[in-house]
């Protein structure tokens, strides 16, 4: 078997071919930086984080792409709010989930490329768009698709235009139909803008996506994903510009589903609780990216502390397995993780993660029977394949992004602490039975690792250089 996907485009599950043999080109769209990231922001990364180690597991040579959206209307009204420039407010939260995908063992992406490092492009696709006669300029500095123009307009979300409600995006008097939708806005007072043969003003949404996948990708790539909330408009809209263009596009459109509280989109208005950030007080990021990891990408994902706890608890129990073999075998190297068939039959059939977990499941049972049986060579074959699926779900203990990620600064900071005073205490010790010699290699110590000591009132204080 081969791998199989679900295309939102054709509604249907099929065998992924590449276009070009060997290489997969992805974009996803990123995040528009305006808050700090909640769990339903980040389970997007992390489903295609799983696709991406999949296609990489099986061979291909995977070019990431994920944009960061830091110009856009929210960013705007943010940076009055808090009373800071808007890109300021951009690269604040820029930074925020940056940290977040890292706590969450989210690979970085090939290129990461920035909405406002793209404003050439998208001028030099929107002066094609109005050549071909797909797009126009009314005067006032906007710039509109005319969506009329296009047989295929509306396929990937199945509406029908004539049920199509105005795009309400700009100045409805200004648009030859108020279905179509602004490419461009014109500039308002005190807002950000950029010069263009139509008048300074600042991009929509969508064309920043359509001209930064075509300039990673190409004209026509494999796989465009995001959260199903962006299907319409946004991805339609992309196909809109990018066809009108004469771009092949997406060949194939994934999307994935929600987390939910009481069935409802988690979003803002729901509290901070749900931070990241916050979270990651109460679970390790690797528990975190396992509980995110675990339902169907195109399943809903109903939050709920009890059950967030229930699979940190179980991803314990699959780890302390792993510690437990790994011990036995130390001196002949960690295990090493092997793509086992079952495996690779449940994640070629559209990422069926939950069927992999169940797999996991049962050969954990086999490893801690095979364990207590004494059966060695047992056990090392279980623990070999949890660790081979553990590696693709991103959730593989001995991976060393754990061990420096996120969540514990402070507690690395308190055993530094610990550690130095230690030392201070030997150099002291050294000192009062005049040791000199011992007490000068302790301090050429601290110099070396670029940690100073100065003597106060109150002791000796530490810090790093
Ligand atoms: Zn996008």
């Known amino acids: 078997m081969t791998l199989a996907l679900y295309n939102t485009l054709t509604r249907t599950t099929a065998a992924f071919t590449p276009i070009t043999q060997g290489k997969v080109g992805i974009y996803l769209c990123g995040a528009t930086v305006q808050a700090e990231p909640h769990i339903g922001h980040i389970r997007s990364g992390v489903n295609f984080d799983i696709l991406r180690r999949w296609l990489m597991a099986s061979g291909f040579d995977v070019t990431f792409v994920r944009n960061v959206?830091?110009?856009?209307?929210?960013?705007?009204?943010?940076?009055?709010?808090?009373?800071?420039?808007?890109?300021?407010?951009?690269?604040?939260?820029?930074?925020?989930?940056?940290?977040?995908?890292?706590?969450?063992?989210?690979?970085?992406?090939?290129?990461?490329?920035?909405?406002?490092?793209?404003?050439?492009?998208?001028?030099?696709?929107?002066?094609?768009?109005?050549?071909?006669?797909?797009?126009?300029?009314?005067g006032n500095g906007d710039v509109y698709l005319e969506v009329r123009k296009l047989a295929r307009y509306l396929t990937l979300s199945n509406q029908r235009l004539d049920d199509l409600m105005p795009a309400d995006d700009a100045d409805l008097t200004m648009k030859r139909d108020p279905r179509d939708f602004a490419l461009w806005k014109a500039a308002k007072p005190g807002d950000p803008s950029w010069p263009t043969p139509w008048g300074p003003g600042r991009p929509g949404w969508h064309i920043e996506c359509s001209a930064m996948a075509q300039t990673y990708l190409g004209e026509e790539f494999d796989?465009?994903?995001?959260?199903?909330?962006?299907?319409?408009?946004?991805?339609?809209?992309?196909?809109?510009?990018?066809?009108?263009?004469?771009?092949?596009?997406?060949?194939?459109?994934?999307?994935?589903?929600?987390?939910?509280?009481?069935?409802?989109?988690?979003?803002?208005?729901?509290?901070?609780?749900?931070?990241?950030?916050?979270?990651?007080?109460?679970?390790?990021?690797?528990?975190?990216?396992?509980?995110?990891?675990?339902?169907?990408?195109?399943?809903?994902?109903?939050?709920?502390?009890?059950?967030?706890?229930?699979?940190?608890?179980?991803?314990?129990?699959?780890?302390?397995?792993?510690?437990?073999?790994?011990?036995?075998?130390?001196?002949?190297?960690?295990?090493?993780?092997?793509?086992?068939?079952?495996?690779?039959?449940?994640?070629?059939?559209?990422?069926?993660?939950?069927?992999?977990?169940?797999l996991i499941s049962t050969w954990l049972r086999a490893g801690n029977t095979a364990l207590t049986s004494g059966d060695l060579t047992g056990a090392r074959r279980e623990a070999e394949r949890i660790r081979g699926a553990l590696s693709i779900l991103g959730a593989d203990p001995f991976d060393g992004a754990f061990a420096t990620s996120n969540n514990n600064s402070e507690g690395v900071t308190k055993a530094l602490d610990g550690l130095i005073q230690l030392l201070l205490k030997e150099r002291e010790d050294a000192r009062s039975r005049k040791d000199f010699a011992a007490a000068d290699r302790i301090r050429d110590s601290f110099q070396d690792l670029g940690i100073t000591i100065e003597d106060g009132p109150e002791g000796p204080r530490w810090s790093i250089q």
């Open 223 to 358: 796989i465009h994903g995001g959260g199903m909330d962006l299907i319409f408009p946004h991805h339609e809209n992309e196909i809109a510009q990018s066809e009108a263009a004469g771009y092949g596009f997406a060949r194939i459109w994934m999307h994935n589903a929600w987390v939910t509280q009481s069935g409802e989109k988690m979003s803002k208005s729901l509290g901070n609780s749900l931070l990241v950030r916050e979270i990651l007080k109460q679970v390790r990021g690797i528990e975190l990216r396992w509980y995110l990891s675990g339902a169907h990408y195109r399943s809903m994902l109903e939050f709920s502390y009890e059950a967030l706890e229930e699979s940190a608890t179980n991803f314990r129990r699959i780890e302390s397995f792993l510690y437990k073999v790994n011990e036995k075998f130390e001196r002949q190297g960690k295990i090493e993780g092997v793509i086992d068939p079952e495996f690779r039959t449940v994640m070629d059939d559209d990422l069926a993660v939950p069927q992999a977990l169940a």
């Open 69 to 138: 959206t830091d110009i856009d209307d929210k960013i705007l009204h943010k940076a009055v709010h808090e009373k800071i420039p808007w890109w300021a407010v951009a690269m604040k939260y820029e930074r925020a989930f940056t940290d977040a995908y890292r706590s969450l063992n989210v690979l970085p992406p090939s290129y990461e490329p920035r909405a406002t490092g793209h404003i050439t492009q998208m001028i030099e696709l929107m002066e094609r768009l109005i050549d071909r006669g797909f797009a126009y300029a009314p």
